[in-house]
Structure formats: structure tokens, C-alpha cells
């Protein structure tokens, strides 16, 4: 999430108005204002879209998928390691 923030900020930068120095660096051609507010209007609708699935559709996806991986199989899922010998050691 923290990359797509950056990307989106860097975005913003070279959109509205980045130093000429970039501009040459990047070969940055004449963009319309119309194009510009399209773009970063873009580039909030996938911050938007990037943090609703990570933090609502994607969690319960992957649980979805265990539970139905787990019905098929009809295996009981792994523990990690370190969990059992923790748990072993507390009782």
C-alpha cells in the first residue's frame, strides 16, 4: 500500500508541474489539464481499488480458498512449528 501511495505522489509531481531539470532528465512532453486531472483521477481510483481489496476482498478470499482447500483435501491444516514447541513448553 505504502508503494502505491509513493507512486501516486511521484505521479502527482511530474504531472503538475515538475521541476525543468526533470522534465529534461525524464523527457517529459506537453500534457493537457484535462489529461493531467485524468490521470491522477486514475491513479486515486487504484489507491481506492488497491486498499479495498487488500484490506476487505483479499482477507476473506484467502480464507475462503483455505476452507475450501482444507474441505477437499480433508486435511487438517499444518501448525507452524515454533507455535507447537511454544505451546508445548507453556503446558
Known sequence: ???IAITLLATTYM????AQ???RVMQLTYMAGDFKVFILALGI???ALAWTGENLIFQR???IIGHAKQAITQRQKTRK???VILEQMLF
Open 1 to 3: 500500500m505504502a508503494t
Open 45 to 47: 481510483l487504484y489507491l
Open 81 to 83: 512449528q515454533y507455535k
Open 61 to 63: 478470499l484467502a480464507r
Open 21 to 23: 531539470w526533470l522534465q
Open 15 to 18: 504531472v503538475s508541474g515538475p
